[in-house]
């Protein structure tokens, strides 16, 4: 059974930073094969905030292009998310989605979701 749980949400002022960390567990050592976050915003769709490749590749939405960063820990167990000059806009429910795998199994998992208000 993998497991991916999500941290580092919270209230922030505009201009503020954050940093989330999405860290996969399972019953056996398992690793991050690539992954992508996305946020929900209430009355809008899911969207994709960037991606991550195994090579180390990250891509990003324009709109948080030069403000957010997705990195990894050296065991590709951990997924970061740092957001900078964080916005109004940027108010939303942050999912991460992971392809995992392990000796016994390998497939796509979401997180929980952690909340990310940015307010005054």
């Known amino acids: 059974q993998v497991q991916l749980a999500e941290s580092g949400g919270g209230l922030v002022q505009p201009g503020g930073s954050l940093r989330l960390s999405c860290a996969a567990s399972?019953?056996?050592?398992?690793?991050?094969?690539?992954m992508a976050w996305y946020r929900q915003a209430p009355g809008k769709h899911r969207e994709v905030v960037g991606t991550?490749?195994?090579?180390?590749?990250?891509n990003y939405v324009d709109s948080v292009k030069g403000r957010f960063t997705i990195s990894r820990d050296n065991a590709w167990n951990t997924v970061f998310l740092q957001m900078n000059s964080l916005k109004p806009e940027d108010t939303a429910v942050y999912y991460c989605?992971?392809?995992?795998?392990?000796?016994?199994?390998?497939?796509?998992?979401w997180g929980q979701g952690t909340q990310v208000t940015v307010s005054s």
């Open positions: 399972g019953s056996s050592a398992c690793s991050i094969k690539h």
């Open positions: 991550i490749i195994r090579n180390g590749r990250t």
């Open positions: 989605n992971g392809n995992i795998f392990s000796l016994t199994t390998t497939g796509d998992y």
